[in-house]
């Protein structure tokens, strides 16, 4: 992390201390699956995207339980997610937009949405951490309470960095910029966009992935630029051990 942002992020912990942050918010009466809070990572098998998208998506992480992620948030009180759909809307976009809780239930296959809580203690603790500053002598209990304000407020920070990207188009070609965006990039470009010391949401090398070596051959031909050297964001990565710490799956029953 660059001197700027460490200095930035020191001189919010105080504020941390007298400030209160929104946390669970209350569930939604509208929908079969509560609205849980902001900040938890949704996965699910998306019913509108193009088959050719959703075959490709299949082959290249070697599963079939999800196509599509996405993050809870409220916007100007309104209950959602914000994601990158890559699915042609009515309004003859698509990409990063907010969509409301229902809405996006119903882009989801009945029984597929796993959800996973932030636990933002640890997010707090890893990035106090990669500050690296000594807090020898400080009370356990007011490193909890300051990890805890940390990590929520980097929660926050993180929602607001992924809704900056509203109105970017969806990337097909699944490279890794900015100008497209596909759904798991736009949680890593957006945790990275926090200034956070640490990364929450690595990439990997394209031919990491479980199908590449069966698909990857066949992509150039159908017009994709993605290559085995090219860094992409699994959407798999939200289930793996190494993010187990700083998300847990909840139970929807």
Known sequence: MTQ???IGWVSVLFVLMFSLHPGIVAASDSTTIPFP??????VCLHTEIPVDLMQMIFAITGQTAMTHCWVTATVNGVQGAIHSDGRIREDGLNG???LCWSDLLNLCAQGSIRLFKPNKKAIGYAELEGLGINFYGIPPFFM?????RLGNLMINIWIQEM???SGVPYDLD???SDDEIYCSELLAHGWNNTGSSFELFPSQKADTLDGWS???PLLEPLGYSITEETDVYNITYILSDEIRPYFKEISLD
């Open 4 to 6: 700027s942002k460490k």
């Open 37 to 42: 809070g902001n900040g938890y990572v949704g």
């Open 96 to 98: 990063v937009h907010f």
């Open 144 to 148: 909890k309470l300051l990890a805890h």
């Open 163 to 165: 809704l900056a990207y």
């Open 174 to 176: 699944f490279m890794p």
């Open 214 to 216: 069966t698909v990857g």
